[in-house]
Every structure is written in C-alpha cells, then in structure tokens.
C-alpha cells in the first residue's frame, strides 16, 4: 500500500473515531431501544473503552504480523469470555480499575514502543479483554434483544479494533510511528485519569 | 435380547414427548411446514451460528472444502434425525459449545486437516438436526418439517462457505484470509455470550 492511501485510511479511521466517541456519561447505553444498537453504541460511546480498543489494534500494528491480527482475534474470544461471566453472575474483582489500568498499560506500552512477544502481548490483551467484556455483561440492559445485544456488541468492539489498525499502518513512516507513539501518550493519559477518578 | 433393545429403542424413538423449544404448529400447508422447519434454522442463533461457523471454516481448509464435507454433513444431519427423539434442551448447549469450537480453530488454526473438517461436518451436522427436532420422534412431523431443517442448514452452511470462498479467491492477498479469520472469532464470541444468555434463561 503507498503511503498516501494509508495516510487516508489513518485519516478516515481517526474521523471516525472523533465523531462515534462522546463523553463516558453516555456508556449506559440509555435512550438507545434496540438491542443491537444498544451493544453497538455501547463499547464505542465511553473514552474508558475506545481507548483500550483503539489501543490494541495500535499496539498490534506496532508489533507488526502476526501480532496485527492475533490481537483483534484474541480479544473478542477473551472479552466474550468476560462477558458470560458476568452475563451468569461470576463476581471479577476491580473490574472499573482493571478497565482504566487497560488503558495506561497499553498506552504506555506504544508510548515506548515496547516489541513484547507475542504470547506476552496476548496475555496481556487477554486479561484486559476479561475487565472489558466483564462490565459489558454485567450492564446488559434487561429490556433489550439479548442476542442483538452480543451482535452488536461485537461488532463494534471488532470495528474499534479496526479503527486502531488503521491508525497504526500511519507506523510505516517515521513521522507517523512518532505521531503514534503519542496517541499512545494520550491513551496512557486517559486511562490515568479514569484510574485517579478525573473522568 | 437384541431384538427386545431395537423394539425398545423404536418405542422410545416413535413416542418420544414433544420439545418445549421448536413445538412445530403448521397444519396441513406443505409451504408453511417447510418454511416452520427452515424458520427453526434460520431464526435461532443456537443453530444458525454453529453453521456459519462451519461454512467459513470449510472455506479455509480448502477452496472446495463445502463441497468435499458435504457427505460427511449430510450424513450427519440424516442421523441426528432419529437421535432427536432421545435428547433434551441440553443438546442446544452442546451445539452452542461445538460452534463456539468451530469457530475458535477458524479463528486460531493458520492451517486445517482433512479429518479435522469432515468430524467438525458431521458432528454439527448430528447436532442441528437433533437440536432442531428435540424431542420428536421419527417422522412424528409432517415430511415438509424435516425437508424445511435439512435444506436450510444445507443453505446456511454453503452460503457461509460459498461467500468466503468467492471472497478468498477473488482477492488472493493474505489479509482476505485473515479478515475470515477475524469473523469467525466474532462468531465465536457472539456464541460465547449467546451461551451465558441460554444459561441464565434456564
């Protein structure tokens, strides 16, 4: 791919990003009265979340192949998992600050640039997956079409996750692994501050 | 002693109670029981899920590999008919869990072995059957019923596979492989919640 096409696609995903995320008040998923849109809008409408996602499709694309697509693919496995266990009831300790630690560590982790290997990254991933789909299934709104729930929840964790990768081909440019390594500086930001309570 | 097992196994088979989960009401319209029986495929994602999970692995085993399954599908999908009348709800999570497995090795396997494709074809072959028809008995349904399940899950499955092959060879390059890949672990993760959803419904 040249460079200017995945200068657009990094373009395009950053737009959307920009325009899907709004501030956390709104990750309740009220006024949304579809279960699909509900677990759609639900992963995509709280920083908390965009962040740790956005992050792994950045830090897979920092690590380059297989890891770009291993990570997406364990992550959903993982955050499924996550979310049964509390879709069934099964207590996970901390889960808000395993959710805003996802986002420090991993932003740190592009910050620097860290080259893990791959198992490590997707230990790492994992865990985190089980925080996030964890709060998923405990905030499941009873009302809604559970199935188009899981549906849309999926989805639109997996198109963060796309969005992030797109953003990380920008990693084939010297500038643009710069530019990177500081949206992993803000990534790290955010989860701090839902760490420390500021968000 | 033989014969007296075959007669009971018949007798079990024949009077086998009426499922709580697919209890099939369509009167004497051929149309309408054979959309009641594709509807049971087609509208629950206990059993549609598993099979698409199925077409898309297929389709990375082999670029012909619906074709080269079929058999072995078919042939499970014909035994899980008389094997409905012997089980419960719980066969549905036994579904649900081999699809979560079908697609987890979609998903993670870079490779796939013949073997591997032709049990996964059967074995979910025997399960949507059997998980469809739970607790009928054998021709217990009007004929219409039984040709509804089987071509629908014949269509689910090489629609699946037909689509990730097409897709696959059309564009050659190695991310079209992985972007099925990824769809078969959203597939396995839309299971997994699916699953936690069935068990807090009983």
């Given at each position: 791919m040249r460079r200017h096409q995945v200068a657009f696609f990094a373009g395009i995903a950053a737009v959307m990003l920009a325009l899907l995320s709004t501030s956390a008040?709104?990750?309740?998923?009220?006024?949304?009265?579809s279960g699909f849109a509900s677990g759609f809008w639900h992963p995509i409408l709280g920083w908390d979340h965009v962040v740790a996602m956005v992050a792994v499709g950045l830090w897979g694309a920092f690590l380059g192949l297989p890891a770009l697509w291993i990570l997406p693919v364990v992550f959903p496995l993982v955050m499924a998992f996550g979310g049964a266990l509390g879709v069934i009831g099964v207590p996970v300790p901390a889960v808000e600050t395993g959710i805003a630690l996802s986002g420090v560590i991993l932003g740190l982790l592009i910050a620097f640039a860290v080259r893990a290997p791959l198992w490590v990254a997707a230990v790492i991933v994992g865990v985190f997956a089980v925080f996030h789909g964890h709060a998923h299934g405990t905030e499941l709104?009873?009302?809604?079409?559970a199935y188009g729930y899981a549906v849309g929840f999926v989805v639109g964790t997996g198109l963060l996750h796309l969005a992030g990768i797109g953003l990380g081909?920008?990693?084939?440019s010297s500038v643009g692994a710069a530019a990177v390594r500081g949206v992993g500086g803000l990534i790290a930001l955010v989860g701090a501050a839902f760490l420390f309570g500021f968000a | 002693m033989r014969g007296r097992v075959c007669i009971l196994v018949l007798a079990a088979g024949l009077s086998a109670a009426r499922a709580e989960a697919h209890a099939f009401q369509s009167g004497a319209d051929y149309y309408a029981q054979f959309l009641e029986g594709a509807g049971v495929i087609l509208w629950y994602p206990e059993t549609l899920l598993p099979l698409l999970s199925l077409g898309i692995l297929l389709s990375l085993w082999h670029p012909e590999g619906m074709l080269r399954a079929w058999p072995a599908f078919l042939m499970g999908l014909l035994a899980g008919i008389p094997l409905a009348a012997f089980v419960g709800t719980w066969v549905t999570s036994v579904l649900l869990i081999a699809g979560i497995l079908t697609a987890i090795l979609a998903a993670l396997l870079q490779r796939h072995i013949r073997a591997e494709a032709l049990a996964i074809s059967l074995s979910l072959g025997l399960l949507a059957s059997a998980a469809s028809l739970q607790g009928h008995g054998v021709?217990?349904?009007?004929v219409f019923i039984y040709v509804g399940i089987v071509f629908a899950a014949n269509m689910v499955t090489a629609c699946a596979a037909g689509i990730a092959s097409l897709a696959m060879e059309r564009v050659e390059a190695n991310w079209m492989r992985i972007l099925w890949r990824i769809a078969g672990s959203w597939l396995a993760a839309i299971m997994t919640l699916v699953f936690a959803f069935t068990l807090t419904a009983t």
């Open positions: 008040s709104a990750h309740t998923g009220e006024g949304i009265n709104p009873e009302a809604f079409n081909f920008l990693t084939k | 021709l217990e349904l009007p």
